[in-house]
């Protein structure tokens, strides 16, 4: 056997403990399977995924926004602003 060392933050390590006794084993029985799936499977044993938020389309229409806005271009009132209250910049 052999001994593998990590950080992890305390409360995902407490939170993951609970969840994997539920199932009826410890972390060290639940890392172990996740590893034998990602050798099984040649790949992580799940999709990774990126906040939809940063992908290169939502950031290229943030960017065109931005600069909209620093040339005081398309910009309109949000609609929680009382329209008779002058907009300062």
Known sequence: ???VSFRIDEQLKNDGERL???MG???SVAIT???QQSLQRG???FEVVGDPFYSDSNMRELERRARDMDARRNIAEHELLDAEEPVHA
Do not use: A, D, Y
């Open 20 to 22: 994997f006794k539920s």
């Open 1 to 3: 056997m052999s001994q």
């Open 33 to 35: 399977v996740f590893i």
């Open 43 to 45: 790949k992580l044993p």
């Open 25 to 27: 084993m410890n972390m």
